[in-house]
């Protein structure tokens, strides 16, 4: 039988990070294997579970790049894919489990009969593990308002979809004997677990969207990396740093790689520390190599959401501006920063900056020699305008310093940024004298 794997969230909330990872290495399992990747939700909790969060967790898998072969809105033989809509099936296996004495009703709700013995957890990560259910309680598999509870569901669609492997946190490893205890009672074969080590947080705490230290509580959250402007590429490869490894050291890894190498003997037994350091020198190095296309593609969003450019702004415009400071950008959220100056004529000053400028000695004068030199440049290029200002400075007896400074200051607002030549090309002659004579004029 080919490889089937699953993940089944939750929509009552974000998704978190912990979750995002199992879902990779199912994922990537299934890539693995030549399999399949199944995403159903389960949605049986109606008073926590929504659509909104429905649609956090379709859009988070689509931003990560997790594509499923069966699922919501694409469907599959072993549909539907929402708990919420499969009642019937469940209220079959529990007659089932009725009727061979292996379930019964209990102040309204069902409970299922507990073995009372030993349960051996045969896990492809950890190894065996031994549960004592010698004097367990049994188990409810139905609540009284007849909604039927995790156990039951998860154990019955597993079943149904003909699961394979289930790969899922660690601490969903108590979990497993009542799950194998139901699949026997059942007559079903159960799938094989390999449950996978946890994140916690830098300081060894468990990761949780509730930690009451904003600090800690962020990085819980899918949505974080989305907002932050961190590039999905760079965030699945590091997510399959949190447990797995290639053997070798390398941190940066092709996907194609990755699902080439990913295999259940790599997961590493011990739980993995977050560190957002680390994540974001990964995220730096994708962004300095992504093409020219994709970085436009997933930073135009985020200049659109800080009103610098809308639909109506020439997309070669924006390309340019792109391209020179993408070696400079570490997020996609830090792009506004960088760039704004491109897109609004009305300059916000760097406090510092602008004070240095105006008390340098000559400044005025070095300025007005500039814009004397630009303006009569035919050609208006990166390489003519930094002759124009060397051939300043040469004349002058000065260095080109003297006239960096003061002229990107003038231009931008800001004493740092892209390649001050290349800066000045891309904003057009135009704009930028007319920026030199503004600032000239504060003096």
């Not at 995002?20 to 290495?25: I, V």
């Not at 929402?82 to 007659?95: F, G, L, N």
Request: aromatic letters at 10%.
């Amino acid at each position: 039988m080919s490889t089937r794997v699953r993940f089944a969230p939750s929509p009552t909330g974000m998704l978190h990070i912990g979750g995002a990872r199992s879902a990779l290495f199912n994922w990537l399992y299934a890539k693995h294997t030549g399999g399949k990747f199944i995403l159903r939700i389960e949605d049986t909790d109606a008073a926590r579970n929504t659509q909104e969060a429905v649609d956090v967790i379709l859009r988070g898998f689509k931003w990560l790049g997790l594509d499923w072969d069966e699922g919501p809105e694409i469907g599959g033989p072993c549909g539907p894919y929402y708990q919420s809509q499969r009642t019937d099936i469940y209220k079959k296996a529990v007659q089932q489990l009725k009727d061979a004495g292996h379930a019964y009703d209990f102040e309204g709700a069902v409970k299922f009969k507990i073995p009372k013995r030993k349960i051996v957890v045969p896990d492809l990560v950890i190894g065996d593990v031994e549960f004592d259910y010698t004097v367990e309680n049994d188990l409810v598999i139905v609540r009284s308002d007849g909604s039927p509870v995790f156990h039951l569901v998860n154990v019955i669609d597993d079943m149904e979809m003909k699961i394979t492997h289930v790969i899922r946190g660690e601490e969903h490893l108590s979990n497993t004997p009542k799950h194998l205890a139901l699949f026997e009672a059942l007559g079903a074969e159960p799938p094989r677990y390999a449950h996978i080590p946890i994140i916690l947080n830098s300081d060894g705490s468990k990761m949780s969207k509730r930690d009451e230290r904003p600090e800690f509580a962020r990085w819980a959250s899918l949505q974080t990396y989305i907002d932050d402007g961190y590039a999905p590429e760079a965030l699945r490869n590091y997510l399959c740093l949190l447990g797995w490894s290639p053997k070798d050291d390398r941190e940066i890894l092709e996907m194609e790689e990755v699902c080439r190498l990913f295999d259940l003997p790599g997961i590493v037994r011990h739980n993995a520390r977050f560190s957002a350091e680390k994540l974001q020198w990964i995220n730096g190095r994708y962004l300095m190599a992504m093409s020219k296309e994709r970085f436009y593609e997933m930073g135009k969003p985020f200049l659109m959401k800080a009103d610098l450019v809308s639909d109506s702004t020439p997309e070669a415009y924006i390309h340019e501006v792109l391209a020179i400071v993408q070696e400079k950008v570490k997020l996609f959220s830090d792009l506004p920063a960088w760039t704004s100056y491109f897109f609004k004529d009305d300059l916000v000053f760097d406090p510092e900056a602008l004070n240095k400028t105006l008390t340098a000695p000559n400044a005025k004068s070095r300025l007005e020699e500039l814009t004397a030199k630009y303006e009569a440049l035919p050609v208006w290029t990166a390489e003519s305008l930094e002759a124009g200002l060397k051939e300043a400075a040469s004349e002058n007896g000065l260095k080109t310093k003297d006239y960096v400074h003061p002229c990107r200051v003038s231009v931008s607002g800001k004493s740092v940024g892209p390649s001050l030549y290349h800066m000045l090309q891309v904003l057009g002659k135009d704009r930028v004298l007319t920026r030199l004579k503004a600032f000239i004029s504060r003096f």
